[in-house]
Structure formats: structure tokens, C-alpha cells
DNA sequence: CAACGTTGTTTCAACGTTGTAAACAGGTGC
DNA sequence: GCACCTGTTTACAACGTTGAAACAACGTTG
């Protein structure tokens, strides 16, 4: 085991508290003892111990990220900068994963309270926002990503609908009339779907076409292909899917079909992942500005941490940037 | 805050200790007094103090998992199953990555000993075995990927040079004959790169045919593209890259110059992460069996947490699969 | 020169938990 | 009546840290 306060104490021949005075840089310690503390310190090699130092403090310096899934590209590239922002104040992130499921949220909501973590982001998918707001518990939480607003807890997003709206008016803008949308859902009380269809509908509507809409479960590859298969008999002209990985299988089927990305259907997505940017042809796709997003989540929990409680739950927008690729434009 | 032992007890009108023991399901607690402590520990959601728990028994129940970046889809599909197997022992997982640096890698193996972790799982790309061997630290360790044997830690991985064996031979049987390998790399001491290049070179001697070999800095999409647009030159009619990202790029930079997959050049990866899946053409790689890879590296940590120290370090061998798809079958 | 403030250091208690050992009650056996 | 179990409960100390308070030594100040 590593040495301990009192060996450095023993060593140096002061007191315990003395020492930690020295680790803790308390300007009050003459230069001779300060100077044979650091001595002994490097001697031992001496470490914090964090179990003991939290329990005194009651902080873990450890903040937990709890997503559906780690390996959707979305989720890791997003995690990635969670944990680059949390480690900038020296935290740690521990990382849970939901897997969409409600009973998976509700025990990560109540497992922060065994005192592990200081905090939670929770990009939520199932959870509703009565039984959010229902919770007594009052560890700092951030929810981070598409969510129905003015919830019971921090929040930070992307416009979902304008975002949405941005993409379907990309593809009028190209001369596509029959503009299909990829991922509805039906349970998603609480999540980004609605808002997507808003924007989606907003944007037909102004302009008079009509819509197709077509649902999924879940937002992964696969889904997007079938999904697509059965979209196919509409003959739309464009589909914008809710996100990269539903594009993704939906391009695979289109291409499958001997269809052509654009020239038959043109194809859009949304986050931007770097699948998208690699595939052929390209994704054109909406992205959030994922670093923006992960500071803000990190620093709205920071705030929570530190302050008191009872702040309203505060509401922020993150930027996004449409990204024109092959997949409408053509090569 | 929540309640500690101490509410309990005087709730109970019990000692704390006694608690503790029910807590514990320790046996020899009478029914009445179990029930008595029973009763106030769910009346005020007694939830143990685990920064108390861990200082008292010097565990944390944290694990450390290190990587060169979450956002590569094999390392997020690797950190998913870590995760749920740790999950099973009631550990969480911490993740930290190195960009593949070596600072960043010393950093970490060194942080491991403030007491924040009980353990890590660390896949290293830039340090070297004799640096890691002269590790004066105890905490576990457990090295998880392709990385040189017989090194100073437990250690799981495929067996590389026999995986990248197996796929030049599956392109060998398709008839090709001149056969690029992707993915080399100089600075590459301790890691994947000389053992798949081994592999490649046995499988093409074994059939006498010429190499050809294309390097990269690290495996990321960009450098597959860029270093197949230097091999187009050498008119492959094969490329085995080194993972399944690199394959991704170049089959990017193979489409966009007219040829075909596979009819031109059979295209085959590494890893088998969920794009390849997708793609058009869906891409031949092998795959590492990534659940047994993950649930044999937190049982090697297990293992080292609880047991004893001095034990000779394990070499395990996790299984694969060739999944040969469109990239070399074609439709 | 007494009262006071400053600087440097220490003692003490506490954070919430659990291992150890000891205390206690209620038998059994002799 | 005593020694000796078995089962149940408790007191105490300790894990390593830090805030609060106390203390000693030394100037300053009125």
C-alpha cells in the first residue's frame, strides 16, 4: 500500500495535520518544515488517498454519463468529449449504458444515490418527465440531449425542430417533391422523435408538399434498412432519416435495390458521424456541434455540484451546422 | 443527505454495529431485532456511504478501462461489453483515453495508484514492454489487445498473426494474386501492426507471391483513404487492411476513382464493427470475438484484485471469425 | 507591560463504515 | 451450583483525511 499521512508525518517529524497543510498548500507553513515535508513526501512517494479524502469531503471527484448505447457512433463521439470536458476538472466519468430501456433509467437515477458519483448526465430515451420531476433525490443532474423542455432538471440540446425543419427545407431547396421521413416512433413520449416530425411537417406544410412518414423502434442500422425497404413503394424522390445510423441502412437498401443516392432518392441524416463522411456516396447530414453540447452538459453539472439547490432548472441550446454532402448534391 | 448507519440505529434502538450486520447479511442476527432494523433501514432509503465502505475495506468497486479513443466503433463496441461484464460484479467502469500517446498512457498507469480505482484494463499503443515491466506499482493490470506476449502483465488478445493469416489466405483463395497489405506502421513496437504484417507476409510466402505494403500513423478512416490513393498505383487486385476503419476509407478512395469492389480489388478489414455491416459493399473482415475478449479481461482483473500478488502473468487467447462478405464475394 | 494580533504548529473530533474482541443471555451437562 | 457452550449483541478502534479549535512563540500597539 501507498504511504499515508502519518508516515510522511513520522518521517518529517511533524504532525499529521501539518503535512496535510503542505499537500493542501495552506500558505501558513514556514519554509523549513515545508521544505522537509516535500522531502519526505517524494521520499514516500506519497498519493491522496481519494476513498478517505471524499469520505472527509463528501465529493468522489467521479461524475457519471448514462446513454443508450455506447457503440452508436453518436454516443461515443459525443462520450469522448464528456470525458475531455470532465477532465479538465479533474473528474472521472464512469459510464452506463440504458439501452433505451426504462427500467435501466430508473435504477441509474437511483443508483447516483449511493454516493459513487457527484453527478449524472443522462441522455434520457424512455424515462418520462413526471416521473423525473417526481424524484426526491437531489443529486446534481443534467439531462444532455433530445428531450421534451422546460423539464425538471438542467437541460442542454440542439433545436431539434428547427434543425429538422433546416434539413427537410435542404431538400426541397434541390427540387424534391416527395419527401419522405425515416424514424417516427410511437413510444417516445419523452424524446427526439416528435420533435424531428415537427420540423419535418413544419417545413412540407410550408410549402405545400405532401408527407410520408415512416416509423422505427429503434435508431440503429438495421432498423433504417427495413424501414427503407418498405418506404421504397411510396417512390419517394428524398428521405430525410432522424439520424446517420437509420441513413446509413437506408442507403445500403436504396443501393441494394439498384437505386442511385442522389440522382433516384436523395438521403439525409442527422449527427454527423463520421461513418457518414466515409461512405459512398457521403452523408448529408446535420451536425450538432458535440463539443459545445458535452462543455455545456459539464458545466451545467458543475454549477449543480457547486451551488445550492433550488435553482430553476435552466434550459440551453447548443449549435449545429448542416452539412451538404454527395448524398444530395451528387458527386 | 442520505441516512448512515448511526439514523438507523437509534431509530431501531439498536447499536450500529448491529446494523452493519444486517446490511451485511451477516447469519446470526435475530428475527425480531432483523426485522426492527429492517423496517427503520426501508423507512428512511438507507443507502451505504461507498466512499465510507471503500476507505474501511480499501476497495473502490471502480475500474479503470484504458483506450486510444472511444470514438473508433471498435473500441466503443469493445467498451459496451466491459462494461456489462463489469457491470455483473457491481463495478462501474471509468474510461479514459490515451489518443494513443505515450504521455497520456504513462499518465494513466500512473494514476491508477491514488486509490481512485481498484484496477485497470488498459489497451496500449505507444509504451513500450520494458518500460510497462519496470512498473514498481501493485495495482492490477490487465492488457487487453493486440499487443506483444509474454509481457510483465496479464494479457488477452487474438492471435493476430494467425487472424491476419487466415484473411490474406481467404483472398488468396479467391484467386488474387497481387495483394496489398494497408496498415503498417513504424513506431509500432509494442502493438498490432508487425504481428498482422507477419501474418500477411507468411500467408503470401506460403504461396510465393510478391508484398506490397502501405503504411499509416494510426487507424483511423482519413489514412486508409489517403494511403489506398498512394496504392491505386500498384494496381492491387487485393488489399487486406490492417482493421476495418482503414478498409472503410480506402474503399471510399477505391469507389470515387471508377474501379469496383470486388470486381477490381476485393477489399477485406479487421475488427468487424458495425459499419462494415453496412456499407456498399458490405465489407469481409474478421472478427474478434469481442464479449469473450472483454468478459476475459475483467476476469484476469478479477482475478489480480482479489488474489494475491506474484503470480506469473497470464497469456490468454480470445476466439474469431471470418465474416467474408460483399467486399470479396461480391453480390 | 498588558493586551492584542499574527504566524506556525498541534490536538481533537469527525466523515460512515466494518473487523475484532469482548459482553451478555440463555441453555446443557455434570 | 458451576463450567461451558451457542447465539446474539455491543463497544471500540481503525481506515486516511481535514475543519475547528487550541496553543505557543513572537512581534506590535496603545
Not at 147 to 170: F, K, L, S
Not at 316 to 326: F, H, Q, V
Request: net charge neutral.
Amino acid at each position: 500500500m501507498g504511504a499515508s499521512l502519518r508516515d510522511i508525518a513520522r518521517l518529517a517529524g511533524v504532525s499529521v495535520k501539518t503535512v496535510s497543510n503542505v499537500v493542501n498548500g495552506y500558505a501558513h507553513v514556514s519554509p523549513a518544515t515545508r521544505a522537509k515535508v516535500e522531502h519526505a513526501l517524494s521520499q514516500l512517494d506519497y498519493r491522496p488517498n481519494l476513498s478517505a479524502r471524499n469520505l472527509r469531503r463528501g465529493r468522489t471527484g467521479v461524475i457519471a454519463l448514462a446513454l443508450p448505447e455506447l457503440d452508436a457512433p453518436y454516443f461515443a463521439e459525443l462520450s469522448r468529449f464528456v470525458i475531455e470536458a470532465a477532465a479538465e476538472l479533474r473528474w472521472l466519468v464512469v459510464i452506463e449504458q440504458t439501452d433505451g430501456s426504462l427500467e435501466r433509467e430508473r435504477q441509474i437515477l437511483d443508483g447516483v444515490r449511493d454516493h459513487r458519483v457527484d453527478g449524472l448526465i443522462l441522455s434520457p430515451v424512455a424515462i418520462g418527465v413526471d416521473e423525473l420531476a417526481a424524484r426526491t433525490d437531489d443529486t446534481a443532474l443534467v439531462l444532455l440531449g433530445e428531450r421534451i423542455h422546460d423539464g425538471p432538471a438542467d437541460h442542454v440540446a440542439i433545436d431539434n425542430v428547427r434543425a429538422a425543419r433546416d434539413v427537410t427545407e435542404h431538400l426541397i431547396g434541390l427540387g424534391r417533391t416527395r419527401i419522405a421521413a425515416l424514424g417516427a416512433q410511437d413510444n417516445s413520449a419523452s424524446g427526439t422523435a416528435p420533435l424531428r416530425l415537427a420540423g419535418y411537417r413544419q417545413a412540407l406544410a410550408a410549402h405545400g408538399l405532401p408527407e410520408t412518414v415512416a416509423k422505427v423502434e429503434r435508431y440503429r442500422r438495421h432498423e433504417g434498412a427495413a424501414a427503407m425497404a418498405a418506404l421504397l413503394g411510396h417512390r419517394p424522390d428524398a428521405v430525410f432519416c432522424f439520424n446517420d445510423l437509420l441513413a446509413l441502412g437506408a442507403m445500403r437498401t436504396i443501393l441494394s435495390a439498384g437505386l442511385r443516392v442522389p440522382e433516384d432518392i436523395a438521403l439525409a441524416g442527422l449527427d454527423d458521424i463520421e461513418d457518414g463522411r466515409y461512405s459512398t456516396p457521403t452523408l448529408t447530414t446535420l451536425a450538432p456541434d458535440k463539443a459545445e453540447l458535452a462543455r455545456i452538459a459539464v458545466d451545467l453539472l458543475k454549477r449543480r455540484i457547486d451551488g445550492l439547490p433550488g435553482h430553476p432548472p435552466q434550459e440551453t441550446r447548443a449549435g449545429y451546422r448542416l452539412m451538404a454532402r454527395e448524398s444530395t448534391l451528387g458527386r
